[in-house]
C-alpha cells in the first residue's frame, strides 16, 4: 500500500509505519464515503494533486474521481542545521523526535490542528448540489481533497511519533463529526454549519486564514517534522485563501453591476446579493474566526512560545526572539488598557497579524465599489463584536466597537448578522449552474481559470 501514498518520508523503509497507517487507511475511506462531498462519487473533476515536493510536482492537474485521489504525505525538503528561533531554547538545534517533557502539549497542538482538516469537508459536503459554475465547483472539491491530505499529514504525525496514543488520536479524527452534539469537532467555528455559498467563500476567506497563521506559527516549532508538514501545507492554502476572498470579491463585483443598470432596491428580486447581507455574512465568520485564535492572556500560548512549540507569524522578522520583559497593550471597548506579559499574548500577536491580512482582502473587494462608482462600502467589524472567547466574550459591542445596553443590542442583532430570513433569500437565488461557458446570476466571472484554462468554457467537472 505504500506505493499507493505518495510521500517523501520513506514509507517503503518503514514497515511499523505502514502497517498502522495501512489500518487507517479504509476508516479513512469510509469516512469520505459518509461525510465527503455528496452525489459526486461518479464525476470526474480536473484536481491537482501533489506527487512530489518540487515545483513540477506538488500541482499536477488532471481528471479523477475525488475516492481516486492520491492522498499523500509530503514535508518540506529539511534545512541544514536548522535551530530554534525562539523561546527558552532559542539557538539549540531542532528536535527529530518528540521530548518527553512536552509531549502532551505537542499532541494537543497538533490534533487542534488537524480535527479542522475533516471538520471543513463536513461543513460543505452538500455545496456542490448548488454551485455557481463548474469553476467554482472544481474549486470546493479541490479544496476538500487538500484538506483530506492535510489530514493524512497531520495523521502521518501522530503515527509516526507519538505511539499508540497518537494512533487513538488519529482514529478520533474520524470519530468525531461538525455540529455533532455528542462528539463534535474540537474548535467552535468548525460545528457552524456552511449552508450556502456564502457562508463557504467568507469560511474560505477567514477560517483558511486563521489556518495560514496557525500553519505559519506552527512553521516556526522546534518539532522539526511539525515545522517541515505545516510548511508545506501552506502551499496549498494559498489557493484555498484566494477562493475566499475572490469569491467575495466576485459577488461585490456583480451586485455592484446590477445596482448600476437597476436602480431598484429589492436586489434579491434581482437575482444577487445585496451588500447588506453579504455584510452581515463576513461578520458573522470574521468573527467566528477571532475567536478560533484563543484567549488574548493565555498561559498555554506562553508555555507553546516558551518551550519552542509555537512561534509568531514569521518569527525571524521580528527584533528578538525571547519576548521577555515585554508587554503587549490590549484596548478595551471603554478606551482603557490591558497590560499583559508578551508571551502570555502570544495569541492576540497572532490575530493582529491575521486582521491586517484580513484588510487587505477588504480593500481589494471595495475597490470593486469605487471602480463603479458606489458610495456603499464593506468593512470589517471591530475585534469586540460578537465574540465568545477571550477578554471581549459576551459583550454587548456594535460592529463599530460602541458597547450598548444589552436589549438594545439584542434588539439590533438582525441588522448585523444573518436571520433566517436573510439565509432563506440567499439560498432562494443559489440554483446551480453545471453546463461550460454558463454562471450564476449572483456572481461575477473568475478572472482566470485553473492550472491554464479558461475560466467558465473549460469542463472542469464531467459528470457520468
Ligand atoms: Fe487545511
Ligand atoms: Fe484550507
Redo the contacts with the bound molecule.
Keep these: 500500500m505504500s506505493n499507493e501514498i505518495p510521500n517523501n518520508v520513506n514509507l517503503e523503509s518503514d514497515q511499523q509505519l505502514r502497517r498502522a497507517l495501512a489500518g487507517w487507511h479504509p476508516h479513512y475511506l469510509e469516512w469520505w464515503r459518509e461525510v465527503g462531498p455528496e452525489g459526486f462519487d461518479a464525476s470526474r473533476v480536473y484536481l491537482r494533486t501533489a506527487i512530489s515536493v518540487s515545483a513540477e510536482g506538488w500541482a499536477n492537474y488532471g481528471y479523477v474521481r475525488m475516492q481516486d485521489y492520491r492522498w499523500g504525505i509530503f514535508l518540506a525538503p529539511e534545512v541544514m542545521d536548522r535551530r530554534i528561533g525562539f523561546g527558552d531554547h532559542y539557538g539549540e538545534p531542532v528536535w527529530q523526535q518528540v521530548p518527553g517533557d512536552h509531549r502532551k502539549e505537542l499532541r494537543r497542538i497538533i490534533v487542534t490542528q488537524a480535527d479542522t482538516?475533516p471538520a471543513?469537508v463536513e461543513q460543505n459536503r452538500l455545496l456542490g448540489k448548488t454551485a455557481p459554475s463548474l469553476y467554482d465547483l472544481r474549486n470546493i472539491f479541490q479544496?476538500n481533497c487538500?484538506?483530506g491530505r492535510?489530514l493524512w499529514a497531520m495523521v502521518y504525525l501522530l503515527h509516526r511519533y507519538f505511539g499508540r496514543d497518537g494512533r487513538e488520536e488519529a482514529d478520533e479524527l474520524l470519530y468525531r463529526r461538525s455540529g455533532n452534539p455528542d462528539h463534535p469537532r474540537i474548535l467552535n467555528a468548525f460545528n457552524a454549519p456552511v449552508r450556502d455559498w456564502l457562508d463557504y467563500f467568507c469560511f474560505?476567506m477567514f477560517s483558511?486564514r486563521d489556518?495560514k497563521y496557525q500553519l505559519a506559527a506552527l512553521a516556526e516549532s522546534a518539532f522539526d517534522p511539525l515545522s517541515r508538514t505545516t510548511r508545506f501545507m501552506l502551499t496549498?492554502?494559498a489557493f484555498?485563501?484566494f477562493v475566499g476572498e475572490s469569491g467575495i470579491q466576485r459577488i461585490a463585483a456583480r451586485t455592484a453591476d446590477v445596482m448600476l443598470q437597476k436602480d431598484r432596491d429589492d436586489l434579491f428580486e434581482l437575482g444577487v446579493i445585496p451588500l447588506g447581507v453579504l455584510q452581515k455574512y463576513i461578520n458573522y465568520w470574521y468573527t467566528e474566526a477571532l475567536d478560533l485564535f484563543g484567549g488574548e492572556d493565555s498561559s498555554n500560548a506562553a508555555t507553546y512560545f516558551a518551550a519552542g512549540l509555537k512561534g509568531r507569524f514569521q518569527e525571524d522578522d521580528y527584533p528578538e526572539h525571547l519576548a521577555l520583559d515585554q508587554t503587549y497593550e490590549l484596548r478595551k471597548p471603554d478606551g482603557s488598557i490591558e497590560k499583559i506579559p508578551m508571551r502570555r499574548a502570544m495569541n492576540a500577536v497572532l490575530r493582529d497579524a491575521y486582521v491586517e491580512d484580513c484588510h487587505r482582502g477588504l480593500r481589494r473587494w471595495n475597490r470593486e465599489l469605487e471602480h463603479r462608482k458606489i458610495d456603499a462600502r464593506l468593512y470589517l467589524p471591530a475585534v469586540c463584536f460578537n465574540r465568545k472567547v477571550g477578554a471581549f466574550a459576551g459583550l454587548p459591542c456594535d460592529p463599530w466597537g460602541k458597547i450598548l445596553r444589552r436589549e438594545e443590542f439584542e434588539r439590533r442583532r438582525s441588522e448585523w448578522l444573518p436571520t433566517e430570513e436573510d439565509r432563506a433569500r440567499v439560498a432562494a437565488v443559489m440554483k446551480p449552474v453545471y453546463e461550460p461557458g454558463r454562471i450564476a446570476n449572483w456572481i461575477a466571472p473568475p478572472a482566470k481559470g485553473i492550472g491554464g484554462k479558461p475560466g467558465l468554457e473549460f469542463e472542469y467537472v464531467q459528470f457520468n
Design positions: 482538516e471543513s479544496l487538500e484538506e492535510h474560505s483558511d489556518g496549498e492554502e484555498h485563501m
